[in-house]
């Protein structure tokens, strides 16, 4: 076998007290698609990190077409030939697309943009990848970014792509269409890691496979060997865990009607265009699309931070008393953040704190605040949800992303019983948590529509929405455009209405 | 954590500050040799006449509180994460009421007009601190320029007031008539010269600590300070919250101008501030926003201020070199905080 | 008083010559921002460069020197600034202040060490207007604007190149991205840290010359209050004009018209305490950064320091 076009060998990372890379070790070879798997966590985007310069390894080797370099920055890496596209893009969005291509490689001097252009151009044909170039990247749909942001790789002669989860805000049409280009690309000339926790897209698409579990290689598979119920078990250690049953449930009243709600952003464009859907007691119903079709508008006006421009929105059979947050929570509807760290945390306040809020004003009616009952709570909440921390007083900015979401379901689910909720609207909610978090959070769900409650999950990964939802409802440029009851579900066709296709 | 290792965390707060001390002593020191004096002399003067003596101690308290006020105001402010750097004009803005108050009221008793000319001082800061907090609460204006303009009006309204309307013809250009007996703040220590505000001030601090961590209102204003987005979702109504922020904290301050007012110039003048405002940022930053925390920096700045007086008096060392020291003090702080925490 | 007097051009001219340290403090805070700075210090940046320019002048007896002067303190409060927000990531709005008061400080510390005390404050020569060979003798226009001192002619240099530099070179490209999306710039390999630095040395030495219009222009002194809000108002002005060197000279024209307007009047009209005619400008600058706030889009990484590990 000639030699690997890259080869990691024995890396270590940590982060302060976490051990993020263990020893691991990593080939890939010239012209092959490599899937890198495990499990959230395990390491992998960290890895990839290390050799696109974005982290310095605290120990390890790295070659690159056979000879020993060192990668301290992002710019050796491309300078050798390394390109990484992650999870979430770097665009800059107020860019366009050419310019977000060009960045860095312009030449010196004045920007010849005529000549650029040109350039790019070539390489699109070349590769088979099109984007509109005049474009502003934020008004381009994902799919579409993503193109450019393979391209901008592309563009600096990278040899090595990375894909870091490419098609985890991707319709299943453009994951196949992703797929073809990958192809393409090799055919090209352009060797892929593709760094994933989905075991079908690697099973579809790669040559090789390395799983990586806890920081370190656990093996390296040609595609013909690997089966799925192995790979399973070399990334979590153990036999997969049986699938929680969800059995048909008979939904209750409704809970939660929206009826031709209009949002409208600041610009004055609708983000929701007369939506209607209902959630009933009992019922988990999963809203799936893809990015941008106006996911946030509708959690944000069922949690009462936007208010509907039009439209009817009626709690348990009555129209909303309000539009503000507090309404929401005195009406029942309480609402987990989609992004942990923006809207979920107060950082610099302590776990006591912040496991307190939104339930502050009923534990403290008046006028003083009293911290020890917080601390009280806070001791509660750690105990039942497992949160790893130093104790109620710490700062919260200090957890980890897995024990910040178990901070924030503590909140919400212990909020839900005190104020009687009946609706829990989630957006993202489980979006880069390992996998026992992930777990944990769905079993809370799940239990708590059992109890009766009922729960709006929308989610951008599908397969969470298959594994969880009684029913599906898919929103598209601002409306909801189909349903799909339990018994119907059908990947494809789901994901034919996600991008406007009716169903059949 | 073992007592040890909480005992090592004690001591590396503190030394940055000690350290910090030492380095403004000793750019005094440079700067008075520069000038020609005798530094050691100097700075045995200089701590002499701030805290070593009756009446330096007195002029110290009597600078603590409108230091202390004005630092309370910011902290108030920082807490909820807006800026307001216009203390100096809600410090002016609240002594116009209070000097206004006084000579309508001139005709009154003690007991009841001295309180209604410190309410007056609360009122007009409070009044010059609505002006950002609306606009932050209602259009989500920065109230950084905002407050900064104001300082800017609320100097020439003193001007005018005091060269035109209210001015003294015996007593100078820009200084006023003097206010009644009975709105004066009495002497808390008459051999020393200081006057009560010291007590207003400290009370204002104790305040300031029970608002923001034992009221609601002081819960909701720091988590939206913190992170207004998860405040917001929180149930917290964080532009309510903030604009009220910026109201109090022009009442602080405005007090702060009722005080000098009513207990030390007995008129209004129109250096009634010489920096206090600035000063104020200064001394919230270094007691990292924290009320109790800034009675401590509030009087170390007051001390090197009536220090730095008397060096004036016997070196000729001009009063901005104080602002260069306390400015020096807080970036060697921050630059260390900045070494501590490692390369980007 | 008729209304002809708002377009006297004598008055049309004073207020381009008083525009002179808006436009300059503008373009260097926009500079500044583009990259991703909040300097909030430029006031005192301000200050310190009309010191500096005074004094060098007072002692040197050379007004060229005085500009470069004036220029490098810019740069070096700008280079110390720029370092606590690049490599320490310190938050920027309280180094800002705190430079702020030092430039404050030094200032008049240094005007003290260097001029001492004196009965009459000394004075500097002041900068002689230059007219233009052909364009200066147009009607009304020439007089207006071609009858200015150097500085006015190099202000309007300085909005050419800041804005050919910002849009149309590749350096702008970069500088811009790297005050948008740090994270982006750095993964395609744009030091953002150096261009940072850069932009605050450039910016610095703009603000600089700012301050050293100051007393080069009017009265040829310094005293304690000389910027008189206009480090502050260019932080608006760089808001108003949506973060353009030529949105923000067009802002800095309009308000350097009100204030000379304000001058006028002051010397004009009896009936009003003067001042309340000082006020104008100031409230003038709230309404107007109160409308032109709606709809402004900042440079999404401003104020906000770039840790680069800080993605995990």
Not at chain 1, 293 to 307: E, M, Y
Request: with cysteine; aromatic share 6%; proline share 5%.
């Amino acid at each position: 076998m000639s030699a690997p076009l890259v080869r990691l060998r024995g890396v270590y990372k940590r982060f302060g007290p976490v051990v993020a890379l263990d020893g691991a070790d990593f080939e890939l070879a010239a012209g092959e698609i490599h899937g890198l798997l495990g499990e959230n966590g395990a390491g992998k985007t960290t890895l990839m990190n290390v050799l696109a310069g974005l982290y310095r390894a605290d120990a390890g080797d790295l070659e690159v077409a056979g000879r020993p370099v060192s990668i301290r920055e992002p710019r050796d890496a491309v300078r050798l030939g390394v390109g990484m596209v992650h999870q979430h893009f770097e665009l800059v969005g107020h860019f366009t697309a050419l310019e977000n291509v060009i960045l860095g490689r312009e030449g010196s001097g004045w920007l010849r943009r005529d000549r650029l252009r040109r350039e790019v151009e070539a390489l699109m044909e070349r590769v088979g990848l099109a984007v509109p170039l005049d474009r502003r990247v934020r008004d381009l749909p994902v799919g579409v970014q993503q193109k450019v942001e393979i391209l901008k790789a592309l563009y600096r002669g990278a040899r090595v792509l990375i894909l870091d989860e490419p098609t985890t805000l991707l319709t299943p049409q453009e994951v196949d269409a992703l797929f073809a280009s990958l192809r393409t690309l090799v055919d090209a000339g352009v060797s892929v890691v593709f760094i994933t926790h989905k075991l079908q897209e690697v099973l579809r698409s790669c040559d090789r496979v390395t799983v990586m579990r806890r920081g370190r290689r656990v093996v390296t598979v040609d595609r013909e060997e690997a089966d799925p119920v192995r790979l399973v078990e070399w990334m979590v250690g153990t036999a997969p865990p049986p699938p929680p049953a969800r059995e048909a449930t008979r939904p209750g009243s409704p809970v939660l009607e929206l009826e031709a709600v209009r949002v409208v952003d600041q610009r004055g464009v609708a983000v929701l265009d007369g939506c209607s859907l209902a959630v009933h007691e009992g019922e988990l119903v999963g809203v799936a699309g893809v990015s941008g079709n106006g996911q946030q508008a509708l959690a944000a006006v069922v949690a009462g931070t936007a208010r509907p421009a039009a439209g009817v929105l009626r709690i348990r059979g009555r129209p909303a008393a309000g539009h503000g947050v507090l309404d929401r929570m005195r009406a029942g509807v309480l609402s987990i953040p989609e992004d942990r760290l923006r809207d979920g945390i107060l950082p610099r306040m302590s776990v006591a704190e912040n496991v307190i809020l939104g339930r502050h004003r009923l534990y403290f009616p008046g006028v003083r605040y009293d911290p020890e009952t917080s601390r009280r709570l806070a001791r509660h909440a750690i105990d039942e949800f497992r949160i790893v921390c130093p104790g109620p007083d710490a700062a919260a900015g200090q957890l980890s992303g897995g024990n910040l979401q178990r901070l924030i379901a503590a909140r919400v689910f212990h909020a839900a019983r005190e104020r009687e909720a009946r609706l829990l609207v989630a957006h993202n909610p489980t979006r880069g948590l390992d996998v026992p978090s992930t777990e944990f959070l769905h079993a809370r769900l799940v239990e708590f529509c059992g109890k009766g409650g009922a729960v709006l999950l929308i989610s951008e990964d599908l397969d969470e929405l298959l594994k969880l939802a009684d029913r599906i409802v898919v929103l598209y440029r601002g409306r909801v455009v189909a349903q799909f009851p339990r018994d119907q579900f059908d990947r494809y066709a789901i994901g034919r209405a996600m991008t406007g296709g009716v169903p059949a | 954590m073992t007592t040890e290792a909480a005992a090592r965390g004690r001591w590396q707060v503190v030394w940055p500050y000690a350290g910090a001390l030492a380095i403004a002593l000793a750019l005094l020191a440079a700067l008075v040799a520069m000038l020609g004096g005798d530094a050691a002399q100097a700075l045995a003067g200089l701590v002499r006449s701030s805290l070593g003596s009756g009446a330096g101690l007195g002029q110290t308290f009597n600078k603590t509180t409108p230091l202390l006020l004005g630092s309370l105001a910011v902290i108030l402010g920082l807490r909820g994460g807006v800026f307001n750097i216009g203390v100096d004009g809600q410090i002016y803005a609240g002594a116009v009421a209070a000097t206004g108050a006084a000579f309508l009221l001139s005709t009154g008793p003690k007991g009841a007009v001295l309180p209604v000319v410190l309410l007056a001082g609360l009122a007009g800061g409070a009044v010059w601190g609505s002006l950002p907090g609306v606009l932050r609460a209602r259009l989500g204006v920065s109230e950084i320029f905002v407050t900064v303009m104001l300082n800017f009006v609320a100097v020439f309204l003193v001007e005018y007031l005091s060269t035109g309307p209210w001015n003294d013809p015996t007593a100078g250009e820009a200084i006023t008539r003097a206010i009644p007996p009975q709105a004066t703040l009495p002497y808390l220590w008459p051999r020393a010269g200081a006057h009560a505000g010291i007590l207003l001030a400290l009370a204002a601090a104790a305040g300031v600590w029970w608002l923001l961590f034992r009221t609601v209102f002081g819960y909701e204003l720091r988590a939206a300070g913190d992170n207004p987005s998860a405040a917001l979702l929180g149930g917290v109504p964080v532009r309510r919250a903030v604009g009220l922020a910026l109201v109090a904290s022009g009442a602080l301050a405005g007090l702060a101008g009722a005080v000098e007012v009513s207990g030390f110039h007995y008129r209004l003048i129109l250096g009634l501030s010489p920096g206090y405002g600035m000063m104020a940022i200064l001394i919230a930053v270094l007691s990292r926003r924290h009320p109790v925390l800034a009675v401590p920096a509030a009087m170390g700045f007051a001390a090197l201020l009536v220090g730095t007086d008397s060096l004036q008096r016997s070196v000729g060392l001009p009063a901005s070199a104080v602002f260069v020291v306390q400015a020096v003090v807080l970036l060697v702080l921050l630059a260390t905080e900045g070494v501590r925490r490692g390369a980007p | 008083m008729s209304w002809e007097l708002f377009l006297d051009p004598s008055l049309l001219r004073l207020a381009v010559a008083m525009s002179v340290p808006l436009v300059l403090a503008s373009a260097g805070e926009l500079l500044m921002e583009r990259s991703g700075l909040l300097n909030v210090a430029i006031e005192g940046m301000v200050t310190l460069g009309a010191a500096a320019a005074f004094l060098a002048s007072f002692a040197a007896g050379s007004t060229g020197l005085g500009l470069l002067a004036a220029a490098l303190s810019g740069v070096v409060v700008a280079a110390v600034f720029a370092h606590y927000a690049v490599a320490w990531r310190q938050e920027q709005v309280t180094v800002g202040l705190t430079l702020y008061v030092l430039c404050l400080g030094l200032s008049s510390l240094l005007y003290r060490v260097v001029v001492g005390v004196r009965l009459t404050p000394p004075r500097v020569e002041t900068l002689q207007p230059v007219v233009l060979p052909v364009v200066g003798r147009l009607p009304v226009v020439g007089e207006v604007l071609f009858h200015q001192h150097a500085l006015v002619y190099l202000s309007a240099a300085v909005v050419a190149v800041v804005h050919l530099v910002l849009f149309r070179t590749s350096l702008g490209l970069r500088l811009r991205a790297a005050g948008e999306n740090p994270v982006a710039a750095d993964t395609v390999g744009v030091d953002v840290f150096r261009l940072r630095r850069a932009s605050a040395a450039a910016g610095g030495a703009l603000v600089g010359l700012a301050g050293a219009s100051l007393p080069f222009t009017l009265t040829g002194t310094f005293t304690e209050g000389i910027a008189g809000g206009r480090g502050w108002i260019a932080l608006m002005l760089v808001i108003f004009g949506r973060w353009t060197p030529v949105g923000a000279a067009a802002g800095a024209l309009l308000f350097a018209y009100v204030e000379a307007l304000q001058f006028k009047l002051a010397m004009v009209s009896r009936a009003v305490p003067p001042q309340f005619l000082q006020m104008l400008p100031y409230a003038f600058a709230v309404t107007v950064l109160v409308r032109a706030y709606r709809g402004a889009r900042a440079p999404e990484a401003l104020g906000k320091p770039y840790h680069r590990e800080a993605r995990a």
